[in-house]
């Protein structure tokens, strides 16, 4: 399964369920992360811009409604002006 590509016509459900799976760490010294499963795709973008080490986040991905979202597209649901939650301010002017 190929991830989304978001665009202006692309609709998302912030308030879906949503499954997130980070990548595993390069680095031994941390405990691995593993899948987690949010009753809202809005929480599991937060845990994975604002919680989430970098390492983890760059081969993580974001299923919703059988839709997959890699972290490019995750950053680019957590950016959009639809997103619902309050954004943590150090957070959102990272990259």
Avoid at 29 to 41: K, L, V
Avoid at 57 to 68: C, P, S, W
Wanted: proline share 5%; aromatic share 10%; glycine share 4%.
């Amino acid at each position: 399964m190929a991830a989304v590509n978001l665009n202006a016509q692309t609709t998302f459900d912030y308030s879906n369920e949503a499954e997130l799976y980070p990548t595993r760490s390069r680095k031994a010294r941390r405990q691995p992360m593993g899948y987690r499963r949010f009753s809202r795709a809005a929480d599991a973008i937060r845990f994975a811009i604002e919680e989430l080490p970098a390492d983890l986040l760059i081969g993580a991905y974001l299923e919703v409604d059988e839709k997959r979202f890699d972290s490019s597209g995750i950053r680019q649901l957590y950016e959009s002006p639809d997103y619902p939650l309050t954004r943590r301010v150090d957070v959102a002017k990272e990259n």
